[in-house]
């Protein structure tokens, strides 16, 4: 068998099901080049207790060491970026709050280990920073936050620049999803939710707007920006 229950109520609610390893590695060794790129992003929109991004996670990590261990910074800005690479959405509170401990667990693990006395909380902090940015509780259907007050699926981009410093943008999933559609207006901005351009061979195409882009914040200090 190839997946997991936790209940059939659960199942009958929500449809849920959990994959189970050998099919989880089989799956993304469709995509191993993907999975050992340290900034190649991946979103799960039903993502459960993390079967997925754990595993993209762990061969990110992988990587990372293997390739950094010897400079703490280094293994830091790396991790941080893969950390920020994984995305998920989930209907199911628990289970975001089970996904969420257990890929800052997977970090959390490799960190410890290999800089026992010198990591630093600082890094730990960011990178639960951005799992609670990352794994949001929503429904990927109607592309809103779940609860008694949907609001429209925010993800945040976190790219790296001139090292340590990180550049956050936030877009929504909707304009994310419907780049190759004609925009449509947002009401609360009253412009379009993408820009339109043409490609170098001349096609039309769409980019996403971003909702709200932050100042350049050194990856150390991005869990502060909100105590501003």
């Known amino acids: 068998m190839g997946k997991q229950v936790i209940s059939k109520k659960r199942v009958a609610d929500h449809g849920e099901v959990f994959t189970r390893k050998r099919e989880v590695n089989?799956?993304?060794?469709?995509?191993?080049?993907?999975?050992?790129?340290?900034?190649?992003?991946?979103?799960?929109?039903?993502?459960?207790?993390?079967?997925f991004?754990?595993?993209?996670?762990?061969?990110?990590?992988?990587?990372?060491?293997?390739?950094?261990?010897?400079?703490?910074?280094?293994?830091?800005?790396?991790?941080?970026?893969?950390?920020?690479?994984?995305?998920?959405?989930?209907?199911?509170?628990?289970n975001v709050a089970k996904c969420r401990e257990r890929l800052f667990n997977l970090f959390d693990k490799s960190y410890t280990h290999l800089y026992k006395t010198t990591a630093k909380n600082e890094c730990r902090n960011t990178v639960q920073y951005i799992m609670e940015?990352?794994?949001?509780?929503?429904?990927?259907?109607?592309?809103?936050?779940?609860?008694?007050?949907?609001?429209?699926?925010?993800?945040?981009?976190?790219?790296?620049?001139?090292?340590?410093?990180?550049?956050?943008?936030?877009?929504?999933?909707?304009?994310?999803?419907?780049?190759?559609?004609?925009?449509?207006?947002?009401?609360?901005?009253?412009?379009?939710?993408?820009?339109n351009m043409f490609s170098d061979l001349g096609d039309y195409v769409f980019i996403p707007r971003p909702r709200k882009e932050y100042p350049l914040t050194h990856f150390l200090e991005v869990a502060d920006v909100d105590k501003q």
């Open 133 to 195: 940015k990352n794994i949001i509780h929503g429904n990927a259907l109607t592309l809103k936050t779940a609860g008694d007050n949907p609001l429209p699926i925010v993800f945040a981009e976190w790219s790296p620049v001139n090292g340590s410093m990180l550049k956050r943008r936030d877009f929504s999933f909707k304009a994310l999803l419907t780049c190759g559609e004609e925009p449509k207006q947002m009401s609360f901005l009253n412009e379009p939710e993408q820009l």
């Open 26 to 51: 089989a799956m993304l060794n469709l995509v191993v080049q993907e999975t050992e790129r340290i900034d190649s992003r991946f979103l799960e929109p039903a993502c459960g207790t993390g079967n």
């Open 53 to 94: 991004l754990a595993e993209v996670l762990a061969r990110k990590l992988r990587v990372v060491e293997s390739r950094y261990k010897k400079s703490q910074l280094e293994y830091e800005r790396n991790s941080v970026l893969a950390v920020s690479s994984i995305y998920g959405i989930d209907i199911l509170q628990d």
